[in-house]
């Protein structure tokens, strides 16, 4: 139904890597492909003017040293590889940022047991965060402004603030977290992204108990912006970062979800981990056999066998596009991909097999299959210049795939005796 009132339309170019929003995520990953594949196209999509206009842009400008998430969630894994990254490009480049540290204070014995559990958190071999556990007067050497209440803190020397002369000598509190209920109404957040002085009470008693210097007259909304939650804040559930690739049903697309804080630490190491999804499950640069081993891992032995006798060899390439059947075509070509270096090209049919043979592959597709064409049908100026002025080339559109495995021939009965009859040897007893 769908596919009548929404018919093929042939695209109007063709591109390798395409990545939606230009905020701080889509910026690394969109360096990080150019320069991993810098003979294929990469297309950044932003609809603002100017990228990091959204969620990026409303941060709190911290490094963070990853010291708070589970010890083996992706938001742990990705802060402390992005954190050194960060690092390395703000000094290669001379990006204003000052590592700081960290102090999380405590004022109770009850707070006090949840410094010494985070500070053995920080000691796991997934997390290695460098924490020390240190007294009162200690925490008052590193920020004598401290209320006479702390008893213990527990301090983090390698988180840091970047672009610091944007502070202008001031001090930055927050941000605090407002849940946004759902709305019909069109663009109904924007009304709730305007800074507000309506929690500035509770802001200012908040930071009272630990900074009881700080004049409340000081305080001043800064800026208001989304912050991408799984999970609403009434579930109390860990909301981690989630990497989506479904290599089965769309290998070339890989979505990125809650990517709040720590997603500015992370960014490079977000871009790191697509750019080896990307190379070793698209393109096919990775090792195959690896592949099909893990495969076998994870669906067990028969299954893994009955796929790999359907997939005739431990093959990987280049998706290089999808008929209207559904059929998938892959290629490999380039030097850094030799692992089939005498099939080339193939497709995977959308039926399965019996049905598998060349009558369900449109002709234009025949010609790349066979390197007739160089490009593929989508990709060729001259096949599409040909299928959408003349007959000469079939187009796809009028194709019909013979599902019954056969090239449609038959034969027809004969009464006519045959001129020429096949010898056939006859055994006989020797006289």
Known sequence: MLKRIFPYKPPEMAVDHIIIGGGVVGLAVAQKLS??????????????????????????????????????SLKTQLCVRGRKLLYERCKTHNIDHKKTGKLVIGTSA?????????????????????????????????????????????YSPETSIIDSHGLDGSVKFGPDVEHLPESDAIDYWKEHLKPSE??????????????????????????????????????NQFSDFEIVHDTENTPGMISCYGIESPGLTACMAIAEEIERRLTNDVWGAGQSLYRHLRNWYRVG????????????????????GTDKFGNRYYENLEEEMPEVPWRQR??????????????????????????????????????????????????????????????????????????????????????
Request: glycine fraction near 4%; proline fraction near 8%; avoid cysteine.
């Open 35 to 72: 320069q991993r594949f810098p003979t294929r196209s990469t297309y950044l999509i932003e609809r603002h003017q100017r990228a990091g206009e959204e969620t990026s842009s409303r941060n709190s400008e911290v490094i963070h040293a990853g010291i708070y998430y589970p010890q083996n």
């Open 110 to 154: 009850s707070q006090y047991a949840y410094l010494r559990k985070l500070h053995a958190h920080t000691q796991l071999p997934e997390v290695s965060v460098p924490t020390q556990l240190i007294s009162a007067d200690q925490a008052l050497d590193y920020e004598p402004d401290l209320s006479k209440s702390v008893t213990a803190a527990l």
């Open 198 to 235: 309506k929690n500035l009470p509770k802001v200012i008693e908040a930071v009272q108990k630990y900074l009881p210097g700080v004049n409340p007259d000081g305080f001043s909304p800064d800026q208001a912006g989304l912050r991408v939650k799984r999970n609403p804040p009434s579930s």
């Open 301 to 320: 032995l028969r299954d893994g066998w009955a796929q790999l006798n359907e997939w005739v060899d431990v093959k990987a390439g280049r998706l290089a």
């Open 346 to 431: 193939w497709v995977r049919y959308a039926q399965e097999a019996p049905l598998e043979n060349a009558s369900q592959v449109p002709s234009e597709w025949h010609a790349w299959l066979h390197h007739t064409r160089l490009n593929a049908p989508h990709e060729d100026e001259v096949v599409k210049k040909i299928t959408a002025q003349t007959q000469h080339w079939r187009p796809a559109e009028t194709h019909v795939e013979n599902l019954t495995g056969t090239r449609g021939a038959f034969t027809t009965y004969n009464t006519t005796a045959p001129k020429l009859y096949p010898w056939q040897p006859k055994v006989a007893q020797r006289q």
